[in-house]
């Protein structure tokens, strides 16, 4: 993990997990261990099995004379589809990328380009030839065993744990991770995290966690005439059967309850990426690759309203954690945020609700630190994306979530301007936090030796002045799109501290000495410099607002 170069199976450097534990999954835990990489390789069972799925048709059976693992023929026609150029690419014009990368495959890819958007995704996820086939094997032998039966109505993992015995595996070693894997799934799936609410009393759930825990220290006898097998799966079958009213049902239910469904989701989203350490960017065949992750909807129980969600987190959580640098990602995040705006007014599920609250709180809560900051986080160099984080918190701000930490609530009919709110309340904070550090340092500076003659307050008057100006070049021509007055909302901030130390120190005078006259020059000289700012904000506001209204007087 120590290395800077992706991991083989994954795609995780030393410095994407020091950002990834600033900014924690909004999904919360899943109390089971699974590791990323088993997650990734369930997840991509899971997307073979809805692509063979896909259509009309059940699943039907490939005679053992045409089966073959050659890369060119072996995938199914739903993962055959040709590549298209980035130049069609829809989905990066939708989300505001304003290049195609044209970089090629990922750095942790072979020097041979996949061929088809079934190929990429396998080469995406870090899956192994090896593993693809074993893979498709067991999916063709589920077929086989289960003639006319959808692949959606079965639960996955206990299907391939009937089909492989160890003799299908390299060692005796792979062979239990892999059997482990997918009881930790089924624990997860059935018992942790269950699309139905479960009934501790459940003699099906006693039987699934008993046999789990002795399957824990014993590897159990799989295979289709184990007898600890059917004691497994009878007790797996009747859990995902389950139904609202009792009774059965004929839907199956082992990977759509959350949050498992949506961590599996974030490992295939992860696909849309490139990988290599030069590059952080969406691919150029993102409108094939979603269109086949799309499959997975009804293995998981997402809907277009979940997908908006997840992929948003994605976009941010993937432009923070691969070092802020790729400016696309974060314009992506805020347009996809814009379409998740537009859903949360019509949303009724309570699980969505729950997890657009955890997901805002989390992206706004980073936003936020940033922000109420800003001259501490932007300098010319990285000037470009501060634009796009305000839009990113003022569009957060504006979805109507009740109850998300730090202050974000659904507003009165009468305090509607939301964005002006969260615009004035940065600027005040971030030159107030400003301002206590030029007064720290100017003290600090001074205290070596006590023969400095200018007075501390015309230093500071000087400071402050450069401050006001920096601040109308830089950061107020960004901000004047939420706040029509942000650079008089900024002088009168900087008027107002200035002013609390100016008082102080005419309160303390009892002559009028040359050390007073210079700091009440420098005091007017500020002055006059930060009313002119004012003047020049109002007049240039598009709305007409003038200087002297309450929040921007000085």
């Not at 690759?289 to 979940?306: A, D, R």
């Not at 402050?464 to 920096?470: F, Q, V, Y």
């Amino acid at each position: 993990m120590g290395d800077s170069r992706r991991e083989s199976n994954g795609w995780i450097s030393a410095a994407m997990t020091a950002a990834v534990a600033d900014l924690p999954s909004p999904f919360g835990q899943l109390g089971v261990a699974l590791s990323d990489a088993e997650l990734r390789e369930s997840a991509y069972e899971i997307f073979v099995a809805a692509c063979r799925a896909t259509g009309s048709k059940p699943l039907t059976y490939t005679p053992q004379s045409e089966r073959t693992i050659d890369r060119s023929t072996s995938l199914p026609p739903s993962l055959q589809r040709s590549l298209t150029s980035a130049a069609a690419s829809k989905m990066k014009k939708a989300l505001g990328i304003r290049s195609p990368s044209n970089k090629g495959i990922p750095g942790n890819a072979s020097s041979k380009k996949p061929v088809s958007a079934g190929e990429l995704m396998r080469v995406q996820m870090g899956i192994s030839e090896q593993l693809d086939a074993r893979i498709r094997r067991g999916l063709l032998r589920i077929a086989a065993a289960n003639l006319g039966k959808r692949m959606e109505s079965m639960v996955l993992p206990l299907e391939l744990l009937q089909q492989f015995k160890s003799s299908d595996f390299p060692d005796q070693q792979e062979y239990i991770r892999w059997q482990t894997r997918n009881l930790k799934v089924l624990d997860a799936g059935l018992l942790r995290h269950p699309y139905l609410p479960l009934d501790k009393s459940d003699a099906a759930s006693q039987r699934l966690r008993q046999i789990l825990r002795e399957a824990s220290e014993t590897p159990i006898e799989t295979g289709k005439n184990s007898e600890a097998m059917q004691v497994l799966r009878n007790a797996a079958m009747s859990l995902a059967y389950r139904s609202f009213n009792g009774f059965g049902s004929d839907t199956c239910h082992w990977a759509d309850g959350f949050p498992l469904n949506l961590c599996l989701y974030q490992m295939l989203l992860e696909a849309c990426f490139n990988n290599s350490d030069e590059e952080a960017s969406i691919i150029d065949e993102i409108d094939e690759v979603l269109e086949l992750i799309k499959k997975t909807w009804v293995f998981l129980g997402i809907n277009e309203m979940f997908h908006n969600l997840c992929f948003a987190w994605i976009l941010f959580h993937r432009f923070v954690t691969t070092g802020q640098v790729e400016v696309d990602l974060l314009i992506a995040a805020d347009k996809q945020l814009t379409e998740v705006a537009k859903d949360a007014k019509a949303a009724q599920d309570p699980t969505y609700s729950k997890f657009l609250k955890s997901i805002l709180s989390s992206i706004m809560s980073w936003t936020e630190k940033r922000l109420l900051a800003y001259h501490d986080m932007f300098s010319s160099n990285n000037i470009e994306s501060m634009q796009i984080i305000v839009s990113l918190g003022v569009t957060g701000a504006k979805i109507p979530v009740e109850d998300i930490p730090n202050g974000y609530r659904r507003r009165r009919k009468e305090e509607t301007d939301v964005a002006r709110s969260r615009v004035d309340a940065y600027i005040r904070s971030s030159l107030r936090t400003a301002f206590a550090q030029k007064m720290e340092h100017i003290d600090s500076s001074r205290r070596p030796s006590r023969k400095q003659s200018t007075p501390v307050l015309c230093i500071l008057a000087q400071e402050i002045g450069n401050l006001a100006s920096k601040e109308q070049e830089m950061f107020s021509p960004i901000l004047k799109k939420w706040h029509p007055l942000a650079a008089g909302v900024a002088v009168a901030t900087l008027h107002s501290c200035y002013g609390n130390e100016l008082k102080q120190f005419i309160s303390s005078v009892t002559e009028l000495t040359p050390d007073v006259v210079q700091v009440l020059r420098a005091a007017d000289k500020l002055e006059k410099q930060l009313v002119n700012i004012a003047v020049e904000d109002s007049v240039d506001s598009d709305d007409g607002e003038v200087i002297n209204q309450r929040n921007v007087t000085l």
